[in-house]
Nanobody, 127 residues
């Protein structure tokens, strides 16, 4: 059984930082492009960032460019999302998922292409 598990969410003040992690059981993330998505209350889910499996391609939504950094540690089979300069509008449940060639985050594919989702981790940015 394949499970993706996110961790690292929490409550942070505006301007603060958090690092999210995405790990998996039942599958090696090393073979997948991994995307981070978020869904704020009352809003649709949106792609935040994605990192390819092998060629180093990275994508960011315009709303997080310059503030968020995605990376992966294949030795640990983990993908990270470093979030700096957090804003209240970053408040959302953050999900990691397999995103073939990062097409979903890049806006070139739909969510039907995603095989595996995590259950999400809540990030709250508030003073």
């Amino acid at each position: 059984q394949v499970q993706l598990v996110e961790s690292g969410g929490g409550l942070v003040q505006p301007g603060g930082s958090l690092r999210l992690s995405c790990a998996a059981s039942g599958v090696s993330l090393n073979y997948y492009a991994i995307g981070w998505f978020r869904q704020a209350p009352g809003k649709e889910r949106e792609g935040v960032s994605c990192i390819s499996s092998s060629d180093g391609r990275i994508y960011y939504a315009d709303s997080v460019k310059g503030r968020f950094t995605i990376s992966r540690d294949n030795a640990k089979g983990t993908v990270y999302l470093q979030m700096n300069s957090l804003k209240p509008e970053d408040t959302a449940v953050y999900y990691c998922a397999t995103d073939p060639l990062c097409t979903v985050v890049a806006g070139l594919g739909n969510y039907g292409a995603i095989d595996y989702w995590g259950k999400g981790t809540l990030v709250t940015v508030s003073s």
